[in-house]
C-alpha cells in the first residue's frame, strides 16, 4: 500500500496529495529559523564536545597524546552523529529544531528514515562550503522547497510545527434568544434568499471580530447589516433600530444557521 | 453548501480528540507498534478527519480550524503509512556488523564509478609525473611545501629520527587523530561533490592524482624511489583506494541526479551511498593508524622491506576482501521459459 504520489508546491508550503485524494498542507521552516536551530545545535555540540575533552583528559592525564586522539576522534563523530542520531530516532527533530517548532521530513509528508537523517547530516560537509553554510543557505533560498543540497540528496525538508489546539467555540453562537424568530414569514425569506456565499461572508465576518480593528469591524459590519436588510429582508425598523450591527449579523447567523424550525407562535 | 462551522465543530470535536488521543498514544510508543483494532479504529477517524478537512477546505473560511485538520490528518497519515524501525532492529548487533559485507558487494555492484575515479585519478599523476620530468619549472608550482620540492634534507632527518619526540607514541595517537579526521573529511567532500553532477568529485580527484605523481616523480627523480614506497605504502595502501572510493561515492550520486526523477530509486540509492562512505571512514581510521604508527618509522629502525611487505601485504588483503568477500556462489538454474513469459 503506497499512498505518496503527486504533490505540489508553493513558496511557502508544501501540499500533499495522498492516495485517498486527501489534500493536505505542510508549512515550510523558513532559512531564518533553520539558521537560529543551527546556531543553537551548534552551541549545544560545543558544549558537549567540550564536557568530553574535560573528562578525557581528566582521565587521560597521565597520557594527553591519547587524550588528543580520543577528543579530536570523538569530536568530529560527535558533529555528525548529534544531527543524524537525533533526527533519525526522535522524529526528525534535533534539540534546536524542537525548540524552534522545526521538524525534517521526507517529501512525501511521511517521517524520515534514518538513513535520510545519515546522508542530509553527511552532506552538510559540502552545504557548509566555502564558510558560514553559504552554499546550503543559498540552495535553500533559490529551491522552492527550501531544500539545501543535503535535503535534495536524501528528499528531505524541514517543516513548521508550532502547537495548535482546536479552535474554541465562539460567543456568538449560541444565543438563546433570537428576536428575528418572531417574525418567521421574514426569517423563512431569509433562509431561503440568502446565497450560501453570503451565509459563509456573514460567518467568517463574525468569526473574525477579533482580529479585525475596531474602525474596519464596524465599517464591514454595517455595510453587511445594510446589504442583508435592504437586499434580502426587511426586518421592521422598530426591531433594527434597537439593535446593533453586529447583533444584527448574530441574529441573520442564528437564522441562516440555526437547527430550530422556523414556525409561526402561537397565539 | 452552506457550512455552520460551530455545529460542525461541535459534531466533529469527539472524533477529532479521539484520534488526537489516539495519536498521542501511538506516538508515545517506542515501536508505533498497534494492533488490530488500533489499526482499524486509527483508519476509521483518519478517514473522517479526512472528509472533515475537505468540507472545511472548500466549505468555508476556517484558517484555524483548516490548520489544525491538516495538522491531525498529516499525523494520522504519517502514522497509517510509516512503519519506522524498532529498536531492536536498531540495536542489534549483527544490523551493524553486516557494513562488512555489505560494503564490498557494494562496491563491486557500483565498480564501474570505480573505475572512472580510478581514471581520472591515473591522468591526473600521469600529468603530474610528465609536468616534474619534463618541465622543471611546474616543480615550484606543483609542489607547494619545501620538503616535496627538495626531499634531500626531509629524508635525511627521518632516517636519523631527528623529528622525533621524546614522547613519540603520545604524539603518534594525537598524529594519527588528525589524520584520520582530515582524511575522512576530504573523502567525505569528493563522496558529496556528486552533487556538482561529478565535476567537483572529478577535480578533486584530478588534483590529487597531480599531487602524488608529482611528489612520486620528484623523489624518484632525487633517488629516494624506495624510500617514499616505503614511506607512502603502508598507508597508502588503505588512504588512496579509500579516496578512489570517495570518488566512486560521488559518481554515482551524480549519475543518481542526472537520472529523471521518476526512474530513480531513492531509498535504494542513497542506502549504496552511505556503505561506501561507511566503508572508506574505516579504511580511513585503518590508514590513520598505520600512517601514525608505523609509516613515519624509517630504516634502520623498521627495514624498508619490511615496510614494503606489509604494505603489499595490506594491498592484497585489501583487494581480496574487496573483490571476494560477499560474493556468493553462482547457482546455475535452468532457465525455463514460462508460458506467461512467451507470451
Known sequence: ?267 | MILDLQRFQAQARPRWNKLESLLAVLEGRPDHRMNLAEADQLQDLYAQAASDLNRVTHGALAPDLRQYLERLVARAYAELYFAPPTRSDIWQPRRWLRIFTAFPETFRRQSRYFALAVLITVLGSTLGGLAVRYDPTSVDVLLPADYLRNPGERVHKEEQGDNRHPYSTQMEAAFSAELIRHNINVALLAAALGVTFGIGTALLLFENGVLLGAVAVRYAQQGFGLFVTAWLLPHGAFEIPSILIAGQAGFYLARLLLRRREDRDVRHSMREWLVLVAGLALMLVWAGLIEAFFSQHHAPVVPYGLKLAVGAAELVLLTLYLLVIGRKEPVAIAHVATPAETN
Not at chain 1, 508549512?27 to 552551541?43: H, I, K, Q, V
Not at chain 1, 533519525?88 to 524542537?98: A, D, S, V
Open chain 1, 1 to 267: 500500500m503506497n499512498s505518496q504520489r503527486p504533490r505540489s508546491s508553493t513558496t511557502a508550503e508544501l501540499t500533499i496529495a495522498t492516495a485517498e485524494g486527501v489534500l493536505f498542507r505542510l508549512p515550510l521552516a523558513s532559512p531564518a529559523s533553520r539558521l537560529y536551530a543551527l546556531l543553537l545545535d551548534t552551541a549545544i555540540v560545543l558544549g558537549v564536545v567540550n564536557g568530553v575533552g574535560l573528562l578525557v583528559y581528566w582521565i587521560f592525564a597521565k597520557a594527553p597524546g591519547f587524550g588528543v586522539m580520543v577528543t579530536t576522534l570523538a569530536e568530529f563523530a560527535i558533529s555528525f552523529l548529534y544531527g543524524a542520531a537525533l533526527e533519525g530516532l526522535w522524529n526528525g527533530q534535533t534539540i534546536g529544531k524542537r525548540l524552534l517548532y522545526l521538524r525534517v521530513v521526507d517529501q512525501t509528508g511521511l517521517p524520515l528514515r534514518i538513513e535520510q537523517a545519515w546522508v542530509r547530516n553527511l552532506m552538510r560537509v559540502f552545504d557548509a562550503l566555502p564558510f558560514a553554510y553559504l552554499v546550503g543557505g543559498l540552495s535553500a533560498l533559490i529551491s522552492p522547497l527550501m531544500q539545501r543540497f543535503g535535503d535534495r540528496v536524501a528528499g528531505t525538508l524541514v517543516v513548521r510545527q508550532t502547537p495548535l489546539s482546536a479552535p474554541q467555540e465562539e460567543f456568538w453562537t449560541r444565543q438563546k434568544y433570537n428576536s428575528f424568530l418572531d417574525y418567521p414569514a421574514i426569517a423563512v425569506h431569509l433562509r431561503r434568499a440568502a446565497t450560501p456565499e453570503l451565509a459563509s461572508l456573514i460567518q467568517d465576518a463574525l468569526r473574525r471580530r477579533n482580529e479585525l480593528a475596531p474602525y474596519a469591524r464596524r465599517e464591514i459590519y454595517r455595510e453587511l447589516a445594510a446589504y442583508v436588510q435592504a437586499e434580502i429582508s426587511t426586518f421592521p425598523d422598530e426591531l433594527v433600530e434597537m439593535l446593533s450591527d453586529e447583533q444584527y449579523l448574530i441574529n441573520t447567523a442564528g437564522v441562516l444557521f440555526g437547527d430550530r424550525r422556523i414556525s409561526t407562535p402561537r397565539g
